[in-house]
């Protein structure tokens, strides 16, 4: 006993109702079982035109039909059997054969160009969420199935973000802007996956993945999670020139910062060159600024950046703070140079007194 599987699809309707635009298919799963060659007969709901087959090496072919009163019969050819494709109403718009995808030809993170290349791409780190993502496809001989357009953010859809998409479409289809909204999403690193089908019968479908993370250069910049010993989980202190009677301490102060906790760093006797370091994931070629906000009674605070390779200094620029009593902002801005495998940001704190810093930021410069 053979098992014949077949796919028969009907051009139903032209999208948005503009003539030339892609079609879209009513999809028919018919799986029949025969010891001997079967006719198959249906009712269309338009009049047949063209009627074709893909046959099991790919390639389409006239496909012979007769009409029996409503409907139409046709049997499969030999090399249909299997599971095949039968297109019995053929618009006048497609060209076949098609078994190229579309492209994206742009992609655009808000104003940021970014330049398509492999069908996964990582664009790195971002300041924050993209408001507007926005890829260009175009398809050279059929138009974009828009309507079957699919988009996962994280493997789920954008509604689950809140968010939401738009296409503009040119007149003949063939080219299309997705302008998709992300929605809400958390500070992590994210995968979008964008699926793009143009509108033949077999839906050859671009598949693009964009990756890119918004998670914090520096963590805990809120100085909000604490360790047992009461210090600020993720930073770390040094302490320079020290002599035999330096003493200091560093903690996250509960309840001491703008809201919520604050790191302090205090320079208690000796010699007191004080820092609390990170080391974020920097670029080579990229602006940075660092931010945040201090209050200290120091002999000066500041902000500093460390870069060494094979254990050499190749940068060190930093700025100092002048003391204050209440909450001032800082902003500090450098570029980093190559070379570098080992990066160091730190905050700091010099001679006897107290240093306190809260929402602390390091952010790529657009």
Same mark, same amino acid.
């Given at each position: ?85 039968? /297109? ?10 098609? =078994? ?162 604050? #790191? ?10 004080? /820092? ?22 120091? =002999? ?46 730190? #905050? ?13 930021? #390091?952010?790529?410069?657009?």
């Amino acid at each position: 006993m053979s098992r014949i599987h077949v796919v028969v699809l009907i051009c139903a309707a032209v999208l948005f109702g503009r003539p030339g635009m892609a079609a879209d298919y009513e999809l028919r799963l018919l799986t029949i079982t025969a010891r001997v060659p079967a006719k198959i007969q249906m009712i269309p709901k338009q009049p047949v035109n063209q009627p074709a087959y893909l046959n099991s090496e790919g390639t389409w072919k006239d496909l012979p039909i007769q009409k029996t009163g409503t409907g139409v019969e046709f049997s499969l050819p030999r090399d249909a059997l299997g599971r095949c494709v039968v /297109l019995l109403v053929r618009p006048e718009w497609l060209v076949l054969p098609d =078994t190229d995808p579309p492209v994206a030809r742009a992609i655009r993170l808000d104003t940021t160009p970014v330049k398509p290349g492999a069908e996964v791409m990582d664009v790195g780190h971002l300041a924050g969420t993209p408001t507007d993502i926005t890829i260009t496809v175009a398809d050279k001989l059929n138009p974009i199935a828009a309507d079957h357009i699919r988009i996962l953010i994280d493997d789920k859809g954008l509604a689950a973000y809140g968010g939401s998409v738009r296409v503009n479409e040119s007149e003949n289809g063939r080219y299309a802007d997705i302008v998709i909204a992300p929605g809400n999403l958390q500070r992590a690193k994210h995968a979008l996956v964008v699926r793009v089908p143009d509108a033949t019968p077999t839906r050859n479908t671009l598949t693009l993945q964009l990756s890119f993370d918004t998670i914090p250069l520096v963590k805990n910049g809120d100085f909000e999670e604490v360790a047992g010993d009461g210090t600020a989980k993720h930073w770390y202190s040094d302490a320079w020139s020290l002599s035999q009677d330096t003493k200091y301490e560093f903690s996250a102060a509960r309840g001491a910062g703008r809201s919520g906790n604050a #790191l302090k760093i205090t320079g208690i006797a000796g010699s007191c060159s004080l /820092l609390a370091r990170q080391q974020p994931p920097l670029v080579p070629g990229k602006t940075y600024v660092f931010s945040g906000y201090y209050k200290s009674d120091a =002999t000066n605070a500041g902000v500093l950046l460390y870069a060494l390779a094979d254990g050499k200094n190749i940068q060190h620029e930093g700025e100092q703070f002048p003391p204050v009593e209440e909450w001032t902002a800082f902003e500090w801005e450098f570029t980093m140079k190559g070379g570098a495998n080992r990066i160091y940001i730190y #905050l700091r704190s010099s001679g006897h007194g107290t240093t306190y810093y809260d929402d602390v930021e #390091l952010e790529l410069k657009e």
